[in-house]
């Protein structure tokens, strides 16, 4: 079989390859010891789920506030710090003298009890002085954008003065764009001014945002937001460079809102669902349990958005009374978790419910009268952590309220095979069962294959609602932090590995995501690795094993279709066609670090075609990886083949992944 048009360094390697691929296409070669795969399309396997490859997501690694949210300020409501007022600074010159500081008693509201507080001594047009916000790591300023800025203000009594709102270099020396707000009057009032900045300016993320006084007096600001342009110009919305990447992995639901952060680390600051919906004047954000504060900017109904926007469905974790080591509170099941379980009922009923219920009237008074289509509802998170053992009955108590008011939707239990048998819930079998698999990409290119052999067809259905491979040193330890924020070329090979061992086993496995899926990657931006997606306040990038689960979803049948590997060990493959359309999609993982040539024999089908496509990604090092500085060093490249029938030869590179698309009649 022959490729062409793959470019890059690969190129001479296939060269060599392809030449070594024709020496062995004959049965005495064969018998040398190449692996053989026997593909026999006419014997069905299972049908792939509609729904398998998801994405999972939380407040974790800043992956929303200084990450996906389009919010550019932090700090914007003055509760990150009780004493001092983080991410802001006071801005002033020779000629100007003020001070500011946080006024936990001129609040806005009672969910934004404390503000700015400005007091101004002396200042002219000439020197101004007023306070400035540091961003996220830096404020990205983009040529040719406009930014919305909105703040509520008030003055004391007596003050005539305006607001002037500005972006500058973060000496401060330099203005990119700037606008008068309007005079402050002395009852709270919100402003918003557009900021534009020139077409000339280069990208960059050295700025800050400055909000300015012209003369002594005394101002009081809150709420102080600045929004780039947002993806579906959605007001409120997401940052449009990580919202693509995520369109383009073809997700097809959302897990929301965690892992641990639906938990959080006592009861009290478990996901508060309700107070992360409405007007952003009303969502104080509440104490995250990744050591920082979540702003809920991005709430409950931004959540369902965001899947709706990537025509994803949502699955919906409940908190299910149990939160973090090393606390481990636990509600005790029956009476004592009742409120919990109607607490689940109404955030189901916000999603699906019509505008006659409820919560579905609050839905559509939050600016969505249509319902979201659920199916699946997620009982907690890794419940099996639980050292009192309550889950079962927790898991029960749920399950039978959840199934009594909506019969239809799939109850997935957190607690999976994976698990000590007396872990498990057994007096309601749940719909599907959560497992997370976080281990060695060498564990999972051995161990993948027949993972999943052992399990009871018959038991529930999988979600795999997390899993990523690490290289070495596992995301829990240590020496972990000194390690690149997203995975080398080598956790990507495991991660393929094990994603052809999931596809594999598509009879049992419905679903499955990736975690974590978002990095900001500045110094102090991040609670774990590894990491699909990185990006700091201007770029983002995938990592190698981002373009893995790409390659894998743009390439999928809806057929697992019957296959044998002899000898079995001799790599990590899947294969899956489309009915419809006959086409043929053969994953072939080389770990290895010589060429692979494998036989590939088809089986079951008239006429398989002489060409075919195939797409490759390939590096000779194993601890290369994607980076800010070089986000496409290690991207998938594609080619064509030649050569192809119903028994060819497939030679792997070294450390690679291979897709190749063959067309059937
Ligand atoms: O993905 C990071 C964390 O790992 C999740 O929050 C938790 O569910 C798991 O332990």
Redesign the pocket.
């Known amino acids: 079989m022959l490729y062409s048009h793959i470019p890059g360094s690969f190129l001479g390697q296939l060269a060599a390859v392809t030449l070594l691929a024709g020496a062995l296409f004959n049965p005495a070669a064969m018998a040398g010891g190449m692996p053989v795969l026997r593909v026999q399309l006419d014997r069905i396997v299972a049908p792939v789920s509609p729904v398998f490859s998801g994405m ?1 997501t ?1 407040e ?1 690694n800043h992956s929303y506030d200084g990450g996906l949210y389009g919010e550019l300020l932090q700090n914007r409501v003055f509760k990150d710090d009780a004493q001092n007022a983080v991410h802001w600074s006071l801005v002033q010159s020779p000629g100007s003298e003020a001070q500011m500081a946080l006024d936990p008693v001129q609040g806005l509201n009672a969910e934004l009890a404390t503000s700015l507080r400005l007091e101004v001594a002396q200042a002219s047009d000439a020197n101004l002085v007023g306070v400035a916000n540091d961003g996220y790591w830096g404020i990205p300023v983009i040529p040719a954008t406009d930014y919305r800025a909105s703040f509520y203000a008030k003055a004391a009594p007596g003050y005539t003065g305006s607001v002037r709102v500005a972006i500058q270099s973060a000496d401060g020396t330099a203005v990119y764009a700037s606008a008068d707000a309007g005079p402050v009057r002395g009852e709270w009032q919100k402003y918003s001014v557009t900021l534009t900045t020139p077409a000339n300016r280069a990208p960059t993320a050295g700025a800050r945002f400055v909000l300015l006084l012209d003369r002594p007096g005394t101002v009081w600001f809150d709420l102080v937001s600045f929004f780039p342009p947002t993806w579906k110009d959605r007001p409120n919305g997401n940052r449009v460079d990580l919202m693509q990447k995520l369109a383009d992995m073809r997700p097809r639901f959302l897990r929301f809102p ?6 959080g680390s006592s009861i009290a600051t478990r996901f508060p669902w309700r107070q992360t919906l409405g007007d952003l004047t009303r969502r104080p954000g509440h104490p995250g ?2 050591g920082y504060r979540a702003s809920d900017g991005l709430g409950f109904l931004e959540f369902l958005e965001w899947a709706e926007d990537l025509n994803a469905e949502p699955v919906l974790a409940v908190y299910a009374g149990y939160s973090l080591p090393p606390k481990n509170e636990v509600v005790k099941p029956g009476p004592d978790l009742a409120p919990f379980v109607a607490d689940a009922l109404d955030e189901i009923e916000y999603v699906t419910g019509d505008t006659n219920t409820l919560w579905g009237a609050c839905r559509a008074a939050d600016g969505h009268p249509a319902p979201f289509k659920l199916r699946y509802v997620e009982i907690g ?2 419940d099996w952590f639980d050292p009192s053992g309550s889950y079962d009955a927790r898991f029960a108590q749920f399950y039978d309220a959840i199934k009594a008011r909506y019969p239809k939707l799939q109850c997935i239990s957190t607690v999976g095979n994976e698990q000590p048998a007396g872990k498990r819930v057994h007096s309601r079998i749940p719909d599907l069962v959560d497992e ?1 698999y ?1 281990r060695s990409a060498q564990n999972f290119e051995e161990e993948g294959p027949a993972h999943f052999d052992r399990y009871d067809r018959n038991g529930p259905k999988i979600f795999v ?2 899993w ?1 491979a690490y290289e070495d040193i596992a ?2 330890l240590p020496p972990s932090a000194q390690l690149p924020p997203t995975p080398t070329f080598k956790a990507a090979l495991g991660d393929a590995a094990w994603l052809t061992a999931m596809e594999r086993n598509s009879d049992i496995i419905l679903m499955q995501c990736y ?2 899926m978002l990095v900001n990657v500045n110094p102090g931006g991040r ?2 690795r590894p990491d699909l997606i990185g990006y700091n306040a201007l770029n983002s990038y995938g990592s190698p094993s981002y373009y893995v689960l790409k390659m894998f979803n743009e390439n999928r049948g809806d057929m697992v279709v019957k296959t044998a590997l002899e000898p079995a060990t001799a790599l990590n493959y899947s294969v899956t066609k489309a009915t419809t359309s006959g086409q043929v999609y053969i994953k072939l993982v080389n770990a290895g670090e010589t060429p692979l040539p494998v036989q590939i024999q088809v089986a079951g089908v008239k006429h398989v075609d002489s060409t075919g496509t195939c797409e490759v990604l390939q590096s000779d090092k194993l601890d290369a990886g994607n980076s800010i500085a070089e986000p496409d060093k290690l991207v998938p490249v594609s080619g064509t083949l030649s050569g192809l029938g119903k028994r060819f030869t497939q030679t792997l590179a070294p450390h690679s992944v291979t897709i190749l698309e063959l067309q059937t009649r």
């Open positions: 999972m939380e974790i965690g892992g641990n952060f639906l938990e349990c990744w998170n890794e997370h976080y609602g997390e990523a995301p829990w975690a974590p609670q774990w």
